[in-house]
């Protein structure tokens, strides 16, 4: 049982830089491989970046040298730095857990946070 709440998100220029924070609940966050994903209107969910409970980290093609994912252990928080935003970045973008933590399986990432929008325009 792994609460999550997205927060960070919001409009932003072409070029800029937006960081994004997951806050969760629950005494055995370090266990859990934590991942970041994202999806645009009438468009499917894709992985953005993800790590590992042993803090390996992947990134998606579209984001790698942009965008960096980080945990914090003792603060129960993941975070997502973005830069050189694109408007094609435009999602709703949601933080999620796996108890499969030692790798990353995409299909035990069974946890997830309510979203937090991520525009870039202008």
């Known amino acids: 049982q792994v609460q999550l709440v997205e927060s960070g998100g919001g409009l932003v220029q072409p070029g800029g830089s937006l960081r994004l924070s997951c806050a969760a609940s629950g005494r055995t966050f370090s266990s859990y491989a934590m991942g970041w994903f994202r999806q645009a209107p009438g468009k499917v969910r894709e992985l953005v970046a993800a790590i590992t409970n042993g803090g390996s980290t992947n990134y998606a093609d579209f984001v790698k040298g942009r965008f960096t994912i980080s945990r914090d252990n003792a603060k129960n928080t993941v975070t997502l730095q973005m830069n050189s935003l694109k408007p094609e970045d435009t999602a709703v973008y949601y933080c999620?857990?796996?108890?499969?933590?030692?790798?990353?399986?995409?299909?035990?990432?069974?946890?997830w946070g309510q979203g937090t929008q991520v525009t870039v325009s202008s």
């Open positions: 999620a857990a796996s108890p499969y933590g030692h790798t990353i399986v995409v299909i035990r990432f069974d946890y």
